[in-house]
Structure formats: C-alpha cells, structure tokens
Nanobody, 127 residues
Framework: QVQLVESGGGSVQAGGSLRLSCAAF??????????MGWFRQAPGKEREGVAA???????SYTDSVKGRFTISRDNVKNTLYLEMNSLNAEDTAMYYC???????????????????WGQGTQVTVSS
C-alpha cells in the first residue's frame, strides 16, 4: 500500500513559479521500483499526464510544459517534486501525484498504469 500526500499548490500570477511536493508513504524497497508522476485536471477536462519519472530515472513531459516544468524525485526522502516556472493560465488545474508499478517508460504519462493517487493540490494562475 502506498499513500501520497501533495503540497505546494496555490495562486500565482502568470509568469510566476510554484514547487509541488508529494510525500510517498511506502516501504523504501517498494517505492524504489515505482514510477511516479504528476497529472492535472482542469474543470470540464480529462485528467492528463504532466510529467513522470520511472524507477530508472527516465523522465517524460507533456509537450506544453517542456522547458518550463522539471520533475525530480528523492528516493531517500520518498518525495516527488514538480518545479513549475513561467506559469500561464492554461496551467490552472488540480494537480495529482500518482505512483504505480505497472506503467512503463513509454506509457508513464498515461493514467492507466498508476495504482495510487493523492488527493490533489490546486494550482491557479491568474493572467
């Protein structure tokens, strides 16, 4: 069983920055093999993958955030981070942390491979 707790959301003006954190409560052994990712869902839209990192360190980003967002994980602290820069109104959404053992490097931006989800943290960007 894995529990995920996000923090760091908030309101920011366009062009600003935020850093999201996701604490994973799991055994160090099991968490090492997990893929972890950030997903977001805006009102009336489907949940989409934003960035993910697999257990081997491979990373993937959705095109709209490349060059602006950076995902990282600290395996000692069992914490996932998302550094978000140059935020714009289109980044406004609820952001969710996810973890799973079934996803692959090729599919880690898809929701189907993740078994554990956090409660979400709201990010609001005003223009």
């Amino acid at each position: 069983q894995v529990q995920l707790v996000e923090s760091g959301g908030g309101s920011v003006q366009a062009g600003g920055s935020l850093r999201l954190s996701c604490a994973a409560f799991a055994s160090t052994y099991s968490s090492y093999y997990m893929a972890m990712g950030w997903f977001r869902q805006a009102p009336g839209k489907e949940r989409e993958g934003v960035a993910a990192v697999h257990s081997d360190g491979s990373k993937s980003y959705t095109d709209s955030v490349k060059g602006r967002f950076t995902i990282s994980r600290d395996n000692v602290k069992n914490t996932l981070y998302l550094e978000m820069n140059s935020l714009n109104a289109e980044d406004t959404a609820m952001y969710y942390c996810a973890a799973g053992f079934r996803t692959t490097v090729a599919t880690m931006l898809l929701t189907g491979g993740y078994d554990y989800w956090g409660q979400g943290t709201q990010v609001t960007v005003s223009s």
